[in-house]
């Protein structure tokens, strides 16, 4: 069935550190998108990135569709970017519904 | 442009009772979506409506859970008889078109006691 990958499932940074999350998808999607669920549980839209690269501040995604994979990557990290990071991918069809991976835990350590 | 609004933001039902949670889409957007978070796991797909029809209704459970989007008003995710294992939190979603950036309200947490 259809699937959507992340990893690593958990990562602990100091304050300050970049990293690079990863969310693998095993199929062509219509769009993909990315958030952050903070600790209050809030879902917050990051990209929306079906392909190719975007910014905001110190965030970055990159889809490479015909790879079937898309990167987050956090530059400088806070103790605010702390939260779940998932990936979500559209796949089309008559419903075009998310498929949500199963998340990455970030806690920024001060 | 108000965002997704979800009420309430908290539940708390006694098992056997019925629950209603109401969304309101974004302004301009008909396509409608809920979705479930059980605890220390990801969002997963219930429903999806537009304007007075459901289109896909695959993920919900056949029992005791329904959903409608009316002519006029909010969205409603309705669950009757509740039990323990309804406990969780219930996300809304609303599009401009099906293809495009979904938006998440708040959340609704049931807690079911």
């Known amino acids: 069935g259809i699937q959507v990958e992340q990893s690593p499932p958990d990562l602990i940074l100091q304050e300050g550190a970049n990293s690079t999350l990863r969310c693998n998808f095993s199929?062509?999607?219509?769009?993909l998108q990315w958030f952050h669920q903070n600790p209050w549980g809030q879902l917050i839209n990051l990209f929306y990135?079906?392909?190719g690269t975007k910014q905001n501040g110190r965030l970055s995604a990159t889809t490479v569709a015909t790879e079937r994979y898309s990167l987050l990557y956090i530059s400088s990290s806070q103790t605010t970017d702390s939260g779940v990071y998932f990936c979500?991918?559209?796949?089309?069809?008559?419903?075009?519904?998310?498929?949500f991976g199963t998340g990455t835990l970030l806690a920024v350590q001060p | 442009n108000a965002g997704v609004m979800q009420n309430p933001r908290h539940l708390v039902r006694r098992r056997g009772q019925e629950a209603r949670l109401r969304c309101s889409p974004m302004?301009?957007?008909?396509?409608v979506y809920w979705y479930r978070q059980l605890p220390e796991e990801g969002l997963k797909f219930m429903v999806y409506?537009?304007?007075?029809?459901?289109?896909?209704e695959s993920g919900m459970p056949k029992e005791r859970f329904s959903a409608e989007f009316p002519k006029e008003g909010p969205s409603i995710l309705r669950i009757q008889q509740v039990v323990r294992g309804d406990s969780a939190a219930y996300f809304c979603a609303s599009s401009p078109n099906p293809s495009a950036e979904a938006f998440f309200g708040q959340g609704t947490r049931l807690t079911v006691v």
């Open positions: 979500a991918a559209n796949y089309g069809g008559a419903t075009n519904k998310l498929i």
């Open positions: 990135i079906p392909s």
């Open positions: 409506l537009q304007k007075e029809n459901i289109i896909d």
């Open positions: 302004k301009g957007h008909s396509h």
């Open positions: 199929d062509s999607v219509n769009n």
